[in-house]
């Protein structure tokens, strides 16, 4: 079978989430035997090669604005797929539902991943927040099938549009590695340190950390793995919020094996995240068994089972209220090491790479085959 992904920054994946399901989906796919192509952006994939873990890899211009450049490349994509003769087209994001019916106009089914509800995000003015609300309409209607990796916004789609997408959760495997080169940079010890890892913008709420970490007496440290475009400002008012606290440490963006090893060592994981569906950070966090808090969106508690593998805390209330979690945690070791197990088990159980591919392969297969009986049916003779 071949198969486009498009919509995101390609891979190796180096930013975020959707970059990440895509490379870990796209090698698991082309593993199985199917001919995969990703489409990245030009001046965001480095990497040398056009070909990865078994995955081609196209790699072609935009316009690099904060508001232009993933529509912009995922259009330019799309009018290059029409001419690759591919089977099937996976589209990543809800903007892109836009652009979802370009392969379909030449008969190639479309499956959309819209993620969260992503105009609930700060960094929007006024009329892209509307876009991305008319967006998700129009993934109910533009792509073949459309899907999401969250209950919740299921629940969303279904009860804001009456239509229902499949549901098919994120991944979560992770190699756990022995502290190296990259605690030893940043001076960590292993099980002795907070972590939050994600963008550094004002949905993401990293100043709830910050307030609850500062009045907190502990010989942890805070370690905020990440960074942003586009958000100096908030950049900038995290760092005063740290002050001259020594204990608080920015690392900007840690990939591959570095990432791997500070997320081993973590004691507990801190996803303050305030929008979105599920997280790839906390999923991953849980995988690396570490105790959890989270920002009790929907999102967010879904994700852990509900309570059953880790803490929340009250995010409107914000620093104050992860300030008693992190307290009550801190002071009691052994509730750590329970949820630190409870999370690990409850990754494996429920956030499996391979069993995401598993229900990818039986969509795309339901997809193609539905096509195929609407394709026959007209044929037949009347």
């Not at 990245?40 to 072609?60: A, F």
């Not at 009456?162 to 030893?184: M, N, Q, R, W």
């Amino acid at each position: 079978m071949k198969i486009a992904l498009i919509g995101t920054r390609g891979v190796p994946a180096s930013y975020s989430g959707f970059e990440t399901c895509v490379d870990q989906l796209g090698r698991r796919l082309a593993a199985r035997g199917h001919d995969v192509t990703v489409y990245c952006r030009s001046h965001h994939i480095t990497y040398p090669g056009d070909e990865y873990e078994g995955m081609k890899l196209v790699k072609l211009p935009t316009i690099r604005n904060k508001y232009l450049d993933t529509i912009v490349h995922t259009f330019i994509s799309s009018i290059h797929a029409l001419f690759q003769r591919f089977d099937v087209a996976l589209y990543f994001i809800a903007g892109n539902s836009l652009l979802s019916w370009i392969p379909r106009m030449i008969g190639v089914p479309t499956i959309l991943n819209v993620d969260g509800l992503d105009w609930h995000r700060e960094k929007w003015p006024f009329l892209a927040k509307k876009y991305i609300q008319f967006a998700e309409y129009l993934a109910t209607i533009f792509p073949t099938r459309f899907l999401t990796d969250s209950r919740h916004v299921q629940q969303y789609y279904r009860e804001r549009f009456h239509s229902e997408p499949a549901y098919i959760p994120y991944g979560s495997e992770v190699d756990i590695l022995p502290p190296g080169e990259t605690l030893k940079k940043f001076g960590l010890e292993p099980g002795k340190y907070i972590l939050f890892v994600g963008r550094l913008v004002p949905e993401n709420c990293v100043h709830h950390i910050l307030e609850a970490f500062r009045s907190i007496k502990t010989d942890l440290k805070c370690v905020i793995v990440g960074d942003a475009a586009y958000a100096e400002e908030y950049k900038a008012s995290l760092r005063a919020l740290a002050g001259d606290d020594d204990r608080i440490i920015f690392t900007g963006y840690i990939f591959g094996e570095g990432y791997q090893e500070m997320g081993s060592s973590a004691h507990i994981f801190v996803e303050s995240s305030g929008v979105g569906g599920t997280h790839p950070a906390l999923v991953e966090a849980m995988a690396f068994g570490s105790c959890v808090i989270v920002y009790n969106t929907p999102e967010n508690v879904e994700t852990i089972g509900g309570g059953e593998a880790g803490f929340s805390y009250d995010g409107k209330v914000g620093g104050e209220a992860l300030r008693e979690v992190l307290v009550r945690l801190i002071n009691n070791p052994d509730l750590v090491s329970e949820y630190r197990t409870k999370a690990q088990q409850f990754a494996r159980e429920h956030y499996s790479w391979d069993a995401v591919t598993d229900e990818y392969e039986q969509l795309i297969n339901e997809t193609l085959t539905r096509r195929k009986t609407r394709k026959s049916r007209s044929q037949a003779p009347q």
